[in-house]
């Protein structure tokens, strides 16, 4: 059975709508923070702190308001992990021109960085591997079948199911 308002894609499959979409990305991003989880805390990081030090390391000079934007995450959210980075020794605060005030990573944070990239890389590694999606599959059913391999997926057989006819593969 199609889901309703899907669009067939290239192969004849259904496309579901971008909601589903979205909550399957959310998914990606929840299991990934609380997989990560002890990885980045053995570093003195979270990894939210994690994702601030790659982009500081990614982009010197960068300043506070540019990694809220940059990561869709809260101002607040953005100074109290920049302090804790900074407090840790991984980063430092640069004067700019006039009032502003840029970042960049320390000797250890850049260390720390590399270290907060291979845990990330091996977590998605870890999901390529068990389910077969590679560099070159298409974005919607590799998604899928991630998703599908962190949660199970949801019981479609029930008409009453928010998926009702959502096939995991």
């Given at each position: 059975?199609?889901?309703?308002?899907?669009v067939?894609?290239?192969k004849?499959?259904?496309?579901?709508?971008?909601?589903h979409?979205?909550?399957?990305i959310?998914?990606?991003?929840?299991?990934?923070?609380?997989?990560?989880?002890?990885?980045f805390?053995?570093l003195?990081?979270?990894?939210?702190?994690?994702?601030?030090?790659?982009?500081?390391c990614?982009?010197?000079?960068?300043n506070?308001?540019?990694?809220?934007?940059?990561?869709?995450?809260d101002?607040?959210?953005?100074?109290r992990?920049?302090?804790?980075?900074?407090?840790?020794?991984?980063?430092r605060?640069?004067?700019?021109?006039?009032?502003?005030?840029?970042?960049?990573a320390?000797e250890?944070?850049?260390?720390?960085?590399?270290?907060?990239?291979?845990?990330?890389?091996?977590?998605?590694?870890?999901r390529?591997?068990?389910?077969?999606?590679?560099?070159?599959?298409?974005?919607?059913?590799?998604i899928?079948?991630?998703?599908?391999?962190?949660t199970?997926?949801?019981d479609?057989?029930?008409?009453?199911s928010p998926?009702s006819?959502?096939v995991?593969?």
């Open positions: 059975m199609a889901p309703h308002n899907g067939a894609n290239r004849g499959r259904t496309m579901h709508d971008l909601g979409l979205a909550q399957d959310s998914i990606l991003h929840r299991s990934y923070y609380k997989d990560s989880a002890s990885a805390k053995k003195q990081l979270n990894p939210t702190a994690a994702c601030i030090l790659i982009a500081v990614d982009c010197p000079g960068i506070q308001r540019q990694i809220s934007q940059y990561l869709a995450i101002k607040g959210l953005t100074a992990e920049v302090a804790k980075l900074e407090s840790a020794g991984y980063l605060r640069v004067k700019g021109k006039g009032k502003s005030i840029s970042l960049d320390t250890a944070g850049e260390g720390i960085a590399d270290k907060a990239r291979r845990i990330r890389a091996s977590w998605w590694q870890a390529f591997s068990s389910t077969g999606v590679t560099r070159t599959s298409e974005l919607l059913p590799g899928e079948r991630i998703v599908h391999s962190l199970g997926g949801l479609t057989s029930s008409s009453s998926r006819g959502h995991r593969q």
